[in-house]
């Protein structure tokens, strides 16, 4: 006879979040493949039958699930203090990956066999403050590191943050993250930039796009120039040819220009001036090296 699978919808709630969470779900590894997922959970605060068994399911932000893996029955993972489990998952970006943990219990309703489900979690995304890739989701610009063809590309969809992508293996990332090469990073940010505003100046794909609005909003607490009055068109076309603005085009220099410039270090120190520091030191070693 068919099983039949019964939602109650009092499932105990397993957290995720907050003191001392039931679970914890972090990326270990990214790159063009798909990602590795790691979850470390503890359920015992829960009481659940030692009979019960627990699935962790990814899916992607369109809905598509994976098959669910089976983590065990409560009674193994309750031996455990921790439990760690490690998931290669082919075909989703990190930033697209949502996460599905259940607990169900087998038991009879009437004649019929029945699966109970008695504790869930519904995951939006990584915790980004345990998310070991470390990549920065509070910017509007997060980077990340994968295996391309140049030293950096921007990544960008609609109604997602834009990414900064870097080369893996160049030690970029990391000269960015701790500001240790100014002058490199006022270049890629320079172009990156310049590259996302044109994206949502010229594609109709961004139009509503939530990230856009974010962005916007930015450039104008930047500028001090109101969102209204931002150019609404990067190209025209003109008897059946392409044209440019050159009004638009200035204007996102000028906008590219003082983003770039007034990012800021961790100790508030802006961008244009460690990026001037950087000249004059190199100024001072050409200097000496001719004198000597």
């Known amino acids: 006879m068919a099983q039949t699978t019964i939602e109650i919808f009092e499932e105990k709630r397993i957290t995720y979040k907050g003191k001392d969470p039931d679970l914890n779900i972090s990326c270990v590894k990214e790159d063009e493949t798909g990602i590795v997922v790691e979850v470390k959970i503890n359920l015992r605060r829960h009481n659940f039958g030692d009979n019960c068994d627990v699935f962790f399911q990814t899916y992607d932000n369109r809905g598509a699930g994976n098959k669910p893996n089976k983590m065990g029955k409560i009674k193994e993972l309750n031996q455990e203090e921790k439990n760690v489990f490690q998931y290669p998952i082919s075909n989703i970006k990190k930033e697209d990956a949502k996460f599905r943990v259940i607990v169900s219990e087998p038991g009879n309703f009437k004649d019929s066999k029945v699966i109970r489900l008695i504790g869930k979690a519904e995951i939006p995304g990584f915790d980004d403050e345990n998310d070991k890739s470390k990549q920065k989701i509070n910017s509007l610009l ?31 990332k990391y000269k960015l993250d701790s500001n240790s090469d100014p002058v490199q990073k006022s270049l890629i940010y320079t172009s990156a930039i310049r590259a996302i505003i044109e994206a949502y100046l010229t594609d109709h794909r961004y139009e509503d796009c939530i990230y856009k609005k974010q962005w916007f909003d930015l450039i104008s607490k930047k500028t001090g120039e109101s969102v209204d009055e931002f150019p ?61």
């Open 142 to 172: 997060p980077t990340k590191e994968l295996d391309i063809g140049t030293p950096f590309m921007v990544d960008m969809s609609p109604n997602r943050l834009p990414y900064l992508v870097l080369k893996r293996g160049c030690n970029i």
């Open 232 to 292: 609404s068109n990067y190209v025209s076309i003109d008897d059946g040819k392409t044209v440019i603005e050159s009004n638009c085009k200035n204007w996102i220099e000028s906008v590219t220009e003082t983003m770039v410039s007034n990012l800021p270090d961790s100790n508030g120190k802006k961008l244009i001036d460690k990026h001037k520091e950087a000249n004059f030191r190199n100024n001072e070693i050409t200097y000496s090296e001719e004198e000597g």
